[in-house]
């Protein structure tokens, strides 16, 4: 799932504003969660390193994976260095995260008929007796007069 997580500074009120968001949909982008967390306590948190930035970060209502904090954490040193920026802005996809498949392709030579010998065959059935089999109407029928117990 692509993430936005979008830090805002409000300097006059002290203030970091954590805003997520996630693409729901392809190209529709939904609000999910906004937190707010003193500054002056995020910002010393960030110098001292990753352990005290998730201790003061995560949240029980807010609490990013690992891969999510680090990266968050990384950008944070830089946008609470800048005095002169106030907002900031973090795109995240953890599909990038998942380990990646391997590639699966199937050689086939010449010589390998069985594969094909196997999809030609047509078994007992015919074409014939399976559109009779399917032309039949399967919908069950009530009458007024049916007593039957499935019908309590």
Do not use: W
């Not at 500074?9 to 968001?21: A, R």
């Not at 994976?65 to 800048?82: I, P």
């Not at 391997?102 to 047509?122: H, K, P, R, T």
């Amino acid at each position: 799932m692509k993430q936005k997580i979008r830090f805002e500074k409000n300097i006059k009120d002290n203030i970091l504003t954590v805003l997520e968001s996630a693409e729901v949909d392809p190209g529709v982008i939904l609000p999910l969660h906004e937190e707010d967390y003193d500054l002056d306590a995020i910002s010393a948190a960030c110098k001292e390193g990753l352990k005290a930035f998730l201790t003061v970060f995560r949240r029980r209502s807010f609490f990013p994976t690992r891969d999510l904090s680090e990266k968050l954490f990384e950008s944070a040193g830089e946008f609470f260095a800048d005095p002169e920026s106030d907002k900031m802005e973090i795109e995240y996809n953890d599909v990038d995260t998942l380990p990646g498949e391997e590639d699966f392709s199937l050689d086939l030579d010449d010589d390998d008929v069985e594969i094909d010998a196997l999809l030609d065959e047509d078994g007992d059935t015919k074409e014939d007796e399976m559109k009779e089999i399917d032309s039949e109407d399967d919908t069950p029928r009530f009458t007024p007069e049916d007593t039957s117990e499935h019908e309590n």
